[in-house]
T-cell receptor
Framework: DAGVIQSPRHEVTEMGQEVTLRCKPI?????LFWYRQTMMRGLELLIY????????DSGMPEDRFSAKMPNASFSTLKIQPSEPRDSAVYFC?????????????FGPGTRLLVL | GENVEQHPSTLSVQEGDSAVIKCTYS??????FPWYKQELGKRPQLIID?????GEKKDQRIAVTLNKTAKHFSLHITETQPEDSAVYFC??????????????FGQGTILTVHP
C-alpha cells in the first residue's frame, strides 16, 4: 500500500511563476482533498472532491488557485501567478466516503516557498 | 457550516503526567470525530477516532470521550512520554447530507512533554 503520493516534495519558485502540485490518492478511495498549512492560519481546507467532482471549493483563496481531478487516480492544484504569501505546506489526502466516514489519510505534503 | 474550537493552544506537561485536549463543535449533524497527531515536519496521522454512537473509546494510553448533548469531545493521554510531543488536531465531520464527509479541523494544540 503506497499511501497518498504527492509531488514535488519541495518547490522553490519566484513570484509570478506558475506552480503545479500533484497528488495520487490511495487506490479505491473516492474522496480527495487539498489542505494548506501555515503557522498563522493552521490547517485550511482548500477544495474537496468526491468521485472526481469538486464538492466544496469555498476554501480556495482566490482565482489564482485552481484544482482539477481528471480521473480517480490523479489531481492537481495550480497556482498562477504565485505570490510570496502562498508559501506554505500543501497536503493532499484521500478517504473512502460511503455510509460512514472512514479515515482520511494525508500525503507527505509539498513544501512551497515563493520568493 | 461546521465550526470546531480546540483548547488549549499549547500544553506543557511533565513526563508521566496526563494531558487533556478539548474540542467543541457546532453542527449537531456531525457524527465522526477523529484526532490527528502531527510531528514536526511530518504529515498529520490519525491516532484515534470516535463515532457518535459511542461515548468513549480507548486505545492503550489514549482515550477519547464524546458528549453529544454538549457538543464537545476530548482527547486524554495518560502516562505521557517525550515522544508524545507533537501538534494534535481534532476534527468533526458527518456522513450524509451535503458535506460528503468533509472534515472541519480545530486550530491545533502544541503538546510538549518534558523529561
Amino acid at each position: 500500500d503506497a499511501g497518498v503520493i504527492q509531488s514535488p516534495r519541495h518547490e522553490v519558485t519566484e513570484m509570478g511563476q506558475e506552480v503545479t502540485l500533484r497528488c495520487k490518492p490511495i487506490s479505491g478511495h473516492n474522496s480527495l482533498f487539498w489542505y494548506r498549512q501555515t503557522m498563522m492560519r493552521g490547517l485550511e481546507l482548500l477544495i474537496y472532491f468526491n468521485n472526481n467532482v469538486p464538492i466544496d471549493d469555498s476554501g480556495m483563496p482566490e482565482d489564482r488557485f485552481s484544482a482539477k481531478m481528471p480521473n480517480a487516480s490523479f489531481s492537481t492544484l495550480k497556482i498562477q501567478p504565485s505570490e510570496p504569501r502562498d508559501s506554505a505546506v500543501y497536503f493532499c489526502g484521500s478517504a473512502f466516503y460511503g455510509a460512514v466516514l472512514e479515515t482520511q489519510y494525508f500525503g507527505p505534503g509539498t513544501r512551497l516557498l515563493v520568493l | 457550516g461546521e465550526n470546531v474550537e480546540q483548547h488549549p493552544s499549547t500544553l506543557s506537561v511533565q513526563e508521566g503526567d496526563s494531558a487533556v485536549i478539548k474540542c467543541t463543535y457546532s453542527d449537531s449533524a456531525s457524527n465522526y470525530f477523529p484526532w490527528y497527531k502531527q510531528e514536526l515536519g511530518k504529515r498529520p496521522q490519525l491516532i484515534i477516532d470516535i463515532r457518535s454512537n459511542v461515548g468513549e473509546k480507548k486505545d492503550q494510553r489514549i482515550a477519547v470521550t464524546l458528549n453529544k448533548t454538549a457538543k464537545h469531545f476530548s482527547l486524554h493521554i495518560t502516562e505521557t512520554q517525550p515522544e508524545d510531543s507533537a501538534v494534535y488536531f481534532c476534527a468533526a465531520g458527518a456522513a450524509g447530507g451535503t458535506s460528503y464527509g468533509k472534515l472541519t479541523f480545530g486550530q491545533g494544540t502544541i503538546l510538549t512533554v518534558h523529561p
